[in-house]
């Protein structure tokens, strides 16, 4: 037994050997069958040549099948079908010997049709049962006496097809720790019902008591279709319980069509959200992007490295990455070389409040589609440091609005926020302001110009999970530290979506817009940040405030408890999406907004912060400072 828990995997030599004594016995047992095990009748019928014969006959077809060449201890269907067409065409080349033999064979080295007949079934029957049955000894290896107090008992929920699939990739992964001990499912017609000895129970209501009894401290949810309210229950109930949750993949996610323990994934953060993820698929953004010279800005940020994955898919002549961020622009474009090798692609390193430089791109390219994501988006360092965030966010995004006019490019999508919604720091009056300038330019050209000119098109979301400098990876960093985990106010809430899904949006407005829309997300329910905080500990296997502490720090400058996605004067309109909404906002002048923005040119030489942040207000009037040390200019307006 210890050379056999030792063993991995059955050499193919031992299978072959294997293999061709079953046949050689099943013939033999062929004999005795057909001779009524009458010892002078099976000595006169040559039943030691004729089931040599049919073993030699059967290890030449196994040449051809390779039914051998099968992992023992991970038998399936397939392996099942390889022996099946062994013992099938070895029985017809018999079969046809036995009529049409002539004087080339002696009549004794061949069985006749009824042994043949009988040597091929239970030989088929001793092939796969054979099999069957070291599979299921090192199953038992794996779970035995010496190694169970190693493994940890788990409960699948899901009793369908890919329930069952996952134990069976769990029971063949010899590093699995996990031994299932039953299952769990909605469906009332499968309770009380057993797969392979292991009982099914209805929904959660024992998940408690196997718990206790059991020692369970597993649960893998492996259900295709299950409503995020049905998952948000399951894994809220696991982390009460102090049981670890994990998913399988998708099916389009499994290596070579087949799932390993492997692929058993732990909870996402995005699977905590309170909603159904938000899945577009618009022919059209084909149809916009294909064969166009297309430049995205912010290219190696995470929304723009994201975006620029989703066009390569679209086919645009020419992909044009610009960012400031010389390594992580070299890392996008490694990932590009290699990932994506048919998208012609151009890496450019530049500033986009860089006037000269952008126009030098801009005449060399001619860009037909923009996609304007760089920005500075930290809002308490942009509260330090309110010029940069002017000049990147407001006059960068100038820039590069009047030099695609200029290049008669056919689409402008800014990239926005929610901060920018009666915004309460500089970095969200700033983005506001870009959206005010990039809506008064398209309505002005829309007035002013009969020919087709560049269409102006504004998106605007929350939190995006796992982007840089967002709070998920932040909690990640210090729960594998030892805590504590830091936030800034027991209330406070933020709307969250997918990196997918905001670049998903950015993509369908550039293809719904018709030029001065800000479109928004109907992102469901906010996400309380303390909540958020407390799942992310309990996950990962410890317990709020005995293994991992949270600590209130306090409002940072400029930060709000709650994000808006439409001020006060803001109304919305329905689109052909119940997901996406246009923000009807109040209309500005182009020429007195330019003006102001050009102003802003002055007073960033003049390197006064206090008279930047007071003509930001007058330009954002809705822009009421929070915890922040320009809460005294709201106070002397």
């Given at each position: 037994m210890n050379f056999l828990s030792r063993l991995k995997i059955l050499p193919r030599w031992i299978i072959v050997i294997l293999d061709s004594s079953i046949l050689f016995f099943c013939s033999l047992f062929g004999y005795l069958v057909r001779f009524n095990f009458d010892p002078v009748a099976i000595s006169k019928s040559n039943a030691f040549a004729g089931s040599l014969t049919?073993?030699?006959?059967?290890?030449?077809?196994?040449?051809?099948?390779?039914?051998?060449?099968g992992i023992v201890r991970h038998t399936g269907f397939r392996d099942a079908g390889n022996i099946s067409k062994t013992i099938l065409i070895n029985f017809i080349i018999f079969l046809f010997l036995n009529f049409f033999h002539g004087s080339f064979l002696n009549e004794r080295f061949l069985p006749p049709t009824s042994v043949l007949i009988i040597a091929s079934l239970s030989g088929l029957i001793s092939l796969i049962f054979y099999r069957l049955l070291v599979k299921e000894i090192f199953v038992y290896l794996k779970s035995g006496v010496s190694e169970k107090k190693l493994l940890r008992n788990?409960?699948?929920?899901?009793?369908?097809?890919?329930?069952?699939?996952?134990?069976?990739?769990?029971?063949?992964?010899?590093?699995?720790?996990?031994?299932?001990?039953?299952?769990?499912?909605?469906?009332?017609?499968?309770?009380?019902?057993?797969?392979?000895?292991?009982?099914?129970?209805?929904?959660?209501?024992?998940?408690?008591?196997?718990?206790?009894?059991?020692?369970?401290?597993?649960?893998?949810?492996?259900?295709?279709?299950?409503?995020?309210?049905?998952?948000?229950?399951?894994?809220?109930?696991?982390l009460r319980l102090n049981v670890s949750v994990s998913m399988v993949p998708p099916v389009d996610q499994w290596i070579n069509g087949g799932l390993t323990a492997g692929e058993i994934r732990e909870i996402k953060i995005e699977?905590?959200?309170?909603?159904?993820?938000?899945?577009?698929?618009?022919?059209?953004?084909?149809?916009?992007?294909?064969?166009?010279?297309?430049?995205?800005?912010?290219?190696?940020?995470?929304?723009?490295?994201?975006?620029?994955?989703?066009?390569?898919?679209?086919?645009?002549?020419?992909?044009?990455?610009?960012?400031?961020?010389?390594s992580p622009l070299y890392d996008i474009e490694q990932e590009f070389k290699q990932n994506?090798?048919?998208?012609?692609?151009?890496?450019?390193?530049?500033?986009?409040?860089?006037?000269?430089?952008?126009?030098?791109?801009?005449?060399?390219?001619?860009?037909?589609?923009?996609?304007?994501?760089?920005?500075?988006?930290?809002?308490?360092?942009?509260?330090?440091?309110?010029?940069?965030?002017?000049?990147?966010?407001?006059?960068?995004?100038?820039?590069?609005?009047?030099?695609?006019?200029?290049?008669?490019?056919?689409?402008?999508?800014?990239?926005?926020?929610?901060?920018?919604?009666?915004?309460?720091?500089?970095?969200?009056?700033?983005?506001?302001?870009?959206?005010?300038?990039?809506?008064?330019?398209?309505?002005?050209?829309?007035?002013?110009?009969?020919?087709?000119?560049?269409?102006?098109?504004?998106?605007?979301?929350?939190?995006?999970?796992?982007?840089?400098?967002?709070?998920?990876?932040?909690?990640?960093?210090?729960?594998?530290?030892?805590?504590?985990?830091?936030?800034?106010?027991?209330?406070?809430?933020?709307?969250?979506?997918?990196?997918?899904?905001?670049?998903?949006?950015?993509?369908?407005?550039?293809?719904?817009?018709?030029?001065?829309?800000?479109?928004?997300?109907?992102?469901?329910?906010?996400?309380?940040?303390?909540?958020?905080?407390?799942?992310?500990?309990?996950?990962?296997?410890?317990?709020?405030?005995?293994?991992?502490?949270?600590?209130f720090t306090g409002l940072r400058e400029g930060e709000k408890l709650f994000e808006e996605l439409l001020n006060d004067f803001e109304t919305v309109k329905i689109t052909h999406h119940p997901k996406i909404k246009i923000a009807q906002v109040l209309p500005s002048s182009f020429k007195k907004i330019e003006g102001q923005i050009e102003l802003f040119q002055e007073l960033i030489t003049k390197n006064s912060e206090t008279d930047i942040v007071r003509h930001l207000k007058v330009l954002v009037p809705e822009f009421i400072s929070n915890s922040s040390r320009f809460e005294v200019l709201d106070r002397m307006n």
């Open positions: 049919f073993m030699l006959g059967g290890l030449l077809v196994m040449q051809n099948t390779k039914s051998y060449e788990a409960i699948i929920f899901g009793a369908g097809e890919a329930g069952i699939i996952a134990q069976e990739a769990i029971n063949r992964d010899s590093k699995s720790l996990l031994n299932v001990v039953a299952f769990f499912d909605d469906d009332p017609k499968k309770e009380g019902k057993n797969i392979d000895g292991k009982r099914i129970y209805r929904g959660l209501d024992n998940l408690e008591k196997l718990s206790k009894e059991q020692n369970v401290k597993d649960l893998i949810i492996a259900v295709r279709y299950l409503s995020v309210s049905r998952k948000k229950q399951i894994i809220d109930e696991c699977d905590l959200l309170s909603r159904e993820p938000i899945v577009l698929d618009n022919p059209r953004i084909e149809e916009d992007i294909a064969g166009k010279v297309v430049l995205v800005t912010g290219a190696a940020g995470s929304i723009g490295s994201e975006l620029c994955r989703q066009i390569s898919y679209y086919h645009p002549k020419e992909l044009i990455l610009l960012d400031i961020a010389e994506y090798p048919t998208c012609p692609i151009k890496i450019i390193l530049g500033d986009v409040r860089n006037k000269r430089k952008m126009t030098e791109v801009f005449r060399e390219f001619r860009p037909q589609v923009v996609f304007h994501a760089a920005a500075y988006k930290h809002v308490p360092m942009m509260e330090n440091y309110p010029e940069e965030a002017i000049h990147a966010n407001v006059i960068g995004t100038k820039i590069l609005a009047d030099l695609s006019v200029l290049a008669k490019a056919e689409k402008f999508v800014f990239v926005s926020t929610d901060k920018a919604v009666n915004p309460t720091n500089v970095m969200g009056a700033s983005k506001r302001a870009a959206e005010m300038y990039v809506q008064a330019l398209n309505e002005f050209l829309e007035k002013n110009h009969r020919q087709p000119h560049t269409k102006f098109i504004t998106t605007r979301f929350g939190n995006v999970l796992g982007s840089n400098g967002s709070v998920i990876p932040l909690f990640k960093k210090q729960n594998e530290q030892g805590g504590p985990i830091t936030v800034t106010h027991p209330d406070i809430t933020r709307y969250f979506m997918t990196i997918p899904e905001a670049c998903q949006l950015v993509l369908e407005a550039g293809v719904m817009g018709e030029g001065g829309e800000i479109y928004v997300f109907d992102m469901g329910e906010p996400v309380k940040i303390l909540d958020l905080a407390k799942k992310m500990i309990q996950l990962s296997g410890k317990k709020v405030d005995q293994d991992i502490k949270i600590v």
